[in-house]
């Protein structure tokens, strides 16, 4: 095994929190988009057991289920029992001692829920599996309930833009960053360093997703309805979902735009947004607002790479970049805006705390607060508020609500009693 890891492998921000739990007997699964790096996580994690004790790589197994022959071995088991005889006659382990299971895109075996509970439950003091998955619909359609209790759970995103910048040896600023902007955080696409060669995976990472996931896992029929409507929605990153205006403007019925943006979130492609309120006359509180998880894949959709400044768009594809910079962070994001169409266009709430968030790309040569902003201080009286600029950086007030303006390239957040 230890020959077939790549060498040089970048280092993820998430490694440590996924090293901790190496120790526990729970399984671990990894889960997200395809090509976010589940693989090369797998791979870091047998380097680390492999750094800590040399003796370690010899009960170390890894199934690749893209691969037909390990997919058919685990697929074809008719009596789970036999694994162990795989592990020993197969892999040569010594089952007197521990033995780690690695096992990639487990989503494919017809009931892998069963397959881990099995051996989880008669083996857990001798056996670590340590899984991924690239579907949240097929995780939730396979792993029952059996497993509560016998797993710990890991969501994969792409690069956040510190890891970005890690994995392409930039410094923070204004060029770096729009960069990241324009082209996303999938590993393989941050690491081509021509525009055209990213521009030509980040297709054909789109691609595969319209073919793979799509057309199998989703079931769906009219692969150029579907496309239709994600090419509407890319175009609207940052703005409300309505689906009567989609079905007007698309031609396709109102149940089937709910099932597609049901697709579209449970395979890790864009996320809805819910709105903060606590006065229903008077603010939203029903429709959301949508982005997407990755800026690049965006772009892939609408097949649009210009440059930042020659975009119409600039604006709402920062604002997309942002949400994916927070979602990537764990934070709860919310947008505030009020029958009077006031709007702010991220709130982080936890335990009755706020802070708003308004992006607000260009320079600046004074700090000016938008007037939307002034009014949720207003009500809210947060401790901080943010505006996310281009490259300005200062501190303002209003009451006692400390305004922040910051780049959009050094973005931090408050913890929030965190």
Not at 63 to 79: G, K, M, S, T, V
Not at 125 to 133: A, E, N, R, S, Y
Not at 162 to 176: A, D
Not at 387 to 415: E, W, Y
């Amino acid at each position: 095994m230890v020959d077939k890891i790549p060498q040089n492998l970048k280092l993820r921000q998430i490694l440590p929190s996924l090293v901790k739990f190496l120790d526990q007997e729970e399984i671990m699964l990894l889960y997200g988009m395809r090509q976010v790096g589940k693989t090369s996580l797998l791979y870091l994690l047998i380097k680390r057991l492999i750094k800590k004790n040399r003796n370690i790589s010899k009960q170390i197994v890894y199934f690749d289920l893209e691969n037909i022959a390990d997919f058919q071995l685990l697929e074809n088991l008719r009596n789970y029992d036999n694994f162990i005889a795989i592990l020993k006659n197969k892999y040569q382990v010594d089952l007197r001692k521990k033995v780690w299971i690695f096992i990639d895109e487990i989503q494919y075996l017809t009931n892998p829920s069963s397959f881990l509970k099995y051996l989880y439950d008669r083996h857990k003091l001798k056996m670590k599996f340590i899984v991924t998955g690239s579907s949240s619909l097929e995780i939730k359609k396979k792993f029952s309930d059996a497993l509560t209790g016998r797993i710990f759970r890991f969501e994969i995103w792409p690069l956040n833009y510190q890891e970005f910048l890690n994995f392409t040896n930039q410094k923070r600023g204004v060029i770096s960053f729009e960069k990241y902007v324009l082209f996303g955080g999938f590993p393989a696409v941050c690491l081509k360093k021509e525009s055209e060669i990213k521009i030509r995976l980040l297709r054909e990472i789109y691609s595969l997703y319209i073919r793979r996931d799509i057309k199998d896992l989703g079931k769906i029929g009219n692969i150029l309805a579907f496309n239709k409507l994600v090419r509407i929605l890319a175009a609207q990153v940052g703005g409300l979902v309505s689906e009567v205006n989609l079905a007007a403007i698309s031609g396709i019925s109102r149940p089937t735009i709910r099932e597609y943006l049901f697709l579209l979130e449970n395979t890790f492609v864009l996320n809805l947004v819910s709105p903060f309120f606590t006065n229903p006359r008077k603010e939203v509180r029903k429709m959301p607002k949508l982005y997407f998880n990755d800026s690049g894949l965006r772009n892939a959709a609408l097949d649009n790479f210009l440059p930042l400044e020659k975009r119409g768009d600039m604006g709402s594809l920062v604002e997309n970049t942002v949400f994916s910079e927070l979602k990537k962070n764990n934070r709860k994001v919310h947008f505030w805006r009020t029958e009077r169409k006031q709007e702010v266009d991220f709130i982080l709430a936890k335990r009755g705390k706020v802070a708003p968030i308004e992006i607000k790309y260009r320079f600046f040569k004074k700090p000016l607060i938008p007037p939307s902003l002034k009014v949720f201080i207003k009500n809210y009286k947060p401790a901080e508020a943010f505006v996310l600029t281009k490259n300005f950086n200062t501190q303002d007030k209003i009451g006692k609500t400390k305004v922040i303006f910051i780049p959009c390239f050094s973005l931090h957040t408050p913890s929030l009693g965190a």
